[in-house]
């Protein structure tokens, strides 16, 4: 990326001299950590190229769509249902998180036991270097957690069209009632942004577009069950991140492509690490790009990661949405029942995640799981007490790691993940 | 408190070293906080010697009780109704924390960054010293915070009757359908455990009860407007504390002849501290019984606290429920309206909450405001920017402090307050 799309970033209101450092930053650390990796498919070109150009040619794409007419919706959170978006012809992204940035901004703001992942947000913003947030026309947050919750109070006296979607607690017949009143009425706010009327043939497209993005997950993840591994960890979590900023058919295309690569693989019994390498699954918080750390002290200490039980993984994309119904409100229960069982750490009780988590360790015949709790995130922290006790319960080896965005513990968590993936040999 | 109630405590599972060292630094600190006090109302006699007997007399009474048949369900939370327990007969008590105990213990299962409140109440269960917890019949945990939501998860590991339940995050329709079914939920609940059924005169009763209560309080806090002040905030913030001791009743008689002895000070124009010392509104995280750290601070720093906009305080206790309803549904949904008006900082938005800051500082005749923040008490921590910021926008002296329940920081809490106080004069 570079001196092209300087105006581009200018007119966006972007910090050029502190994005400038972020590309930087964020261009050193993907050569370092992806490029450097042994054997990787051949098809991680096309998300080598997505990744060079996040902030460049997709940013490009959303304000020649916006000229268009389209409208781009930023969000937070896999609860945001991008079915409805994309039923108004809207598009859909992930908006910036993952580093630190702009921290003195922030501290002035939220208190400093708040999650790396929501100041990071902010610090995007307060740091002018996000070109998501500065490019949508509506900003969706959503009560989860009470970082998030609290802090999108913050947020909105700093953006201009920030919708808030409340979410309930249990699992209950009320909170499904909950749900289903908050999607109905995030569908009529999409109607009203987008200026049209989503009927069942939109609503069903819609689905359909999503689904497929998901059904292309799904088929890499099972090929992930393969010894060797056909991919790396760091490779699946980055197409995992990219399914949040990338045009869906684009997007599915190229997984799809990059399936086919790993099945030949597979048959060839060609993989990016020794067969019997130690296989991890890790479980717990989602990893924004460039929150790369853990996978990678994972993946350069002799383990290979075969599966995310995470919102960027598989608790995001695991369920499909049922596309038989044929009105909008058959579809929209759909939708419902679809996101209900998402089995976030904000639910109380949350049993799924726990069957989940044991699932997806025998599943992908892994050797350990590496439960990855985002500091000051008290949900999943609290719940990581379960999830040990229950997989230690089965003799299934668990390693809990609490960190943050600083690099400030890299060794320190190295030698604790090396100490666990010598227990798994 | 002594020998006379060991087989008691015994026979209740309470580990008698513990017990007897926490009651001994109880009493020293309650003798060094509250009976060193100059000028205290004779009226504080009675609440010395219920602080006495806390875990002695009272604790007898609920046992004794209970052999009769009647039921004590314990609680961590204003929104558990008590007018419904009171319905059925039962005793509503507040369960321990507000101090440090068995932490070692607590680290094992709960994350650090876990706020002090959640971590001393799991510390008085596994330390077993709180004898509220171990006679209670049902513990009532409610959907709150993160902190607490996920935490009595673990909760249910350690005792045999917890209940929780569910709490909304927004004051929608929704949100008010989601507690009016909780709270018949928890009707049912307590008539089962009670073998009643509460009809529309058990309710109206429990109504008057707890209204009582209320309006006793309500009448002490008008009070304290007069300068000089008649009543320490500390002593002010006790009595607070032993409403969710007490018996209800006697509770009411007590609050009622303290006011009237301090109407009388005020015809005296006599006081607890100068006329002109300056008046402080403390805002924030509630206070259990023995978190006297900040209030004792500003206290013995040259300023009066005229008012608590806090659990433990007006945000608890100022609403009265309508008693006029003839029948059940009537009735239920006086109470579901009564709690729905609290203006906890787990709501979003929460514009009540600021609102309400304001209108004490104004009636309370406040110099200032002092925001208490528990650490890691996620709600109140990010609001009290925003309160900080509405106030300030005011010209109101705001001090934001976030503290926890150890002594460590109280020479570096004592140089600020004192500073803010000096702001004030």
Redesign the interface.
């Known amino acids: 990326m570079s001196a092209a799309y300087e105006s581009m970033w200018k007119d966006l209101g972007l910090d050029l001299a502190a994005h400038d450092v972020l590309l930087q930053v964020l261009g050193n650390a993907y050569r370092d950590i992806f490029l450097s990796q042994k054997d990787r498919p051949g098809g991680m070109d096309y998300f080598n190229f997505v990744m060079s150009e996040v902030h460049g040619l997709r940013i490009k794409e959303l304000l020649e769509s916006k000229k268009k007419g389209k409208k781009v919706i930023g969000s937070f959170c896999v609860f945001v249902p991008e079915e409805i978006v994309r039923a108004a012809d809207a598009t859909l992204v992930g908006l910036c998180t993952g580093a630190d940035f702009a921290t003195d901004e922030v501290d002035k ?3 400093r ?2 999650c790396s992942l929501i100041k990071s947000a902010f610090g995007f913003k307060l740091g002018k270097v996000c070109p998501y947030i500065e490019s949508a026309d509506m900003i969706v947050g959503e ?1 989860t ?3 998030k ?6 947020l909105n006296t700093l953006v201009p069209h920030l919708y ?1 979607m ?5 699992k ?1 017949a ?2 499904r ?2 749900l289903k ?2 999607y109905y009425r995030f569908k009529e706010a999409v109607e009203g942004l987008c200026g049209v009327r989503i009927d069942a043939a939109m609503l069903k497209k819609g689905i359909d577009i999503v689904n497929a993005k998901r059904k292309a997950i799904h088929r890499l993840s099972k090929l992930r069950k393969a010894d060797p591994a056909p991919i790396s960890g760091l490779d699946a979590l980055l197409i995992n991140q990219v399914y949040f900023y990338d045009d869906p058919a684009r997007f599915t295309e190229s997984v799809n492509k990059i399936c086919d690569e790993l099945e030949q693989r597979i048959k060839e019994k060609k993989g990016v690490f020794p067969q019997g390498t130690p296989r991890i699954l890790l479980s717990g918080c989602p990893m924004a790009v460039p929150n790369w750390k853990l996978p990678w002290i994972i993946e350069t200490s002799g383990a290979v990661i075969v599966g995310e039980e995470s919102c960027v993984g598989e608790r995001g994309t695991r369920n499909l949405t049922d596309n038989s119904g044929q009105t909008v409100e058959e579809l929209m229960d759909a939708i419902v029942e679809r996101h209900f069982q998402i089995d976030c ?2 639910f ?3 049993p799924d995640r726990l069957n989940h988590v044991k699932e997806m360790y025998r599943e992908y015949n892994a050797n350990g799981v590496i439960h990855y ?1 985002l ?2 995130c ?2 999943y ?6 999830v040990e006790k229950a997989l230690e319960g089965e003799h299934i080896p668990t390693l809990r790691v ?1 960190t943050d965005y600083s690099m400030e513990d890299v060794e320190q968590l190295k030698t604790r993940v090396e100490a666990f993936i010598e227990r798994l040999k």
Not at 149 to 154: A, F, G, T
């Open positions: 703001i939220l208190p036991n708040t009560n957690c009470d970082g919750k609290k802090s999108y109070e913050v808030v409340d979410l309930p607690q249990t209950s009320e909170g009632a909950v009143s908050e750490a904000i109380t009780p949350n709790g500091q000051f008290q949900p922290q609290i719940e990581s007490y379960s609490d």
